[in-house]
Every structure is written in C-alpha cells, then in structure tokens.
C-alpha cells in the first residue's frame, strides 16, 4: 500500500527576530546623521565674562585677596633707583599697571582697608606689586610716580604677611599717557589710596566725603568709605 502524500504545512514562516526591520525616528536618524546630538545634550552656552573679570582672575593668581580694581594703565614701565650712582635703572618690569582695593587681612578685627599697585609684567615672571601701606613718601616728579617703599623687597613680593627688615626701596613708576588723562588719573588713585590705608594716614569716618578728583575723572562718584567698606570678604574666600 502507498503511502499518503504528506500535506504541506499551512500558513507562514515566522522570521527570526533579527530579521525584523528596526523602527526608525526619522528626525532623530537625520540629527545624528548631520553629526549633531539630540536636544537635550545641548549644554547652554557659558556666560560671557567681562574684561574687569578676567583681569581679577589674572591678578588673583598672585594675590588672592585682591578686591577690585580702580583704575589701569596699559603700559607702565618700573625704574629703581640706584643712590650710588644717583640715578634711575630699568627693572626689567614693563606691562599693564593697576590700581587695586585688597580685602582686610583674616583675623583683623578692625577691618583695616587694604591696596596695592600691581604691575603685570610681559617681559618676564617677575611683577612688581606693592602694597601701599609699606610707601613712607609719595612723590610726582615730571613723568615719575615715585615710591619709597620700607621693607621695599618684601613689598614687591606682594607679601602679606607683613614680616621682613626696614630695607628702603625708591621706585619710579613712568606710565605711557595713551589716553588723555591716563598718567594724571593712575598717579592720583595711587596717591589717595595710600592717604587711606597708609598707617600714620587720616581716618576718614564720614561717609559723605567726596572722592578725590582721580574718582571723578574716571566717573565713579563713590566716596573712599564706599570702595573700601564692602570688602569684608574678597569674592573667592
């Protein structure tokens, strides 16, 4: 007897699982396509910093307790004076001068204000920064801002911790006058800090006195009691 032809199965074959097509975001596939990210990868932009900002930054490298700053020439050149031969020597530090309020030393109860001049020099490593409680004598001759500075190495060091011999220093600072005004505003701003936080300097207690004429050239009408009363603590510490 012959065997029944066998009936071919009914129905489809099923396909294996990594044969089904994937579905696809046609937006999604087009983004990553064109080499793009998905929406919400997309960090916001950082926020734009001032030139004020950068420079603080710059300066805080080497003095951290920098608070602000008041005015700034784009080019200053430092002399030093050699009393032997009588005469002025380049100190090798050239670039950007600025003007700038320091926050109180920590652990000062009265708060003493605080600044300094700070020369950025392009020439080298070394800057000069000098705190302007260690000038004994302020001195405008000719082009010349003359300083004389006790313990004149530690001063320019930017030292902080007021320690150091009564070595003297005289340093002459001549600053390029590329805008009207340039040298006449530094030399002034130098000169009226050093009145306020100089050690032997006037106390000034009433908040309405009026800034000397360096504030008003540069038009911030604040009063010295303003600039240096809110520098209790220095942003970053």
Known sequence: MSRPTPRKARGHKRQSSNLIPAVSDYESDAALAAGGAPRQAYAPPPPQRTNTDINLSVLRRYVPSIFSILSIAANAVVYTFDGAAESWVKSGVEGTLFVCTQAPLPGDPASTPRACVFVLNRRG???????????SHIEIAGELVILRVVDGAAAARGEEDGEGGEEERVLGIWMHN????????????????????????????????????????????????????????????
């Open 178 to 237: 590329d805008r009207e005004e340039t040298r006449h505003v530094n030399a002034a701003m130098i000169q009226q800090c050093w009145g306020v936080v100089r050690p032997a300097g006037p106390v000034v207690d009433d908040d309405r006195q009026e800034a000397g004429p360096a504030m008003q050239a540069i038009g911030r009408p604040l009063t010295m009691n303003e600039l240096f009363g809110r520098q209790a603590v220095a942003p970053g510490h």
């Open 125 to 135: 490593l070394g800057n000069v920064i000098v705190d302007l409680a260690r000038i």
